[in-house]
């Protein structure tokens, strides 16, 4: 498994979403951008994504005590919570990343092009392939 770059880290906005993003945007002037979310996603997940040269802060809205947002109830997920704070990381190839997570014995969720598991402090860490490197077949 080779980590090429991080992707985004995630902050949650707890239903304080128009508020958090007053305070991005307006107050701190921080650029926001299209979120690059698959489609059948997009709706389902409330929030804005804000733009450096280094990365992405992304800001979910999400209440981890309430009942499961319309993601949750979409996925599978059972070892962490892709909705909550959580930081992304570029992999060289997806599949491989798998393999060595579960050659590792690491409990993980994989959602489509995502996998989503938690470091041994209970922080949800989320992979995906990285769109810089050519998709190689896991035998390769």
Known sequence: MKITRINHSAINSHSRLREMTHFYS????????????????DALIPGFWMQFPNGQI?????????KASGMLDQIN?????????????YVENIDRAEQHLAAQG????RV???????DPAGNTVEFQQDPDMPR????Q
Do not use: W
């Open 77 to 89: 997920h059972t070892n962490c919570d892709p909705m909550g704070p959580h930081t992304a990381f």
């Open 58 to 66: 992304h800001v979910i809205e999400h209440n981890p005590s309430a």
């Open 106 to 109: 690491v409990a993980y969720d």
């Open 136 to 139: 190689l077949t896991a035998l």
């Open 112 to 118: 489509a092009g995502f996998i989503f598991t938690c």
């Open 26 to 41: 307006d107050v701190l002037g921080i650029t926001t951008v299209k979120r690059d979310l698959p489609e059948q996603y």
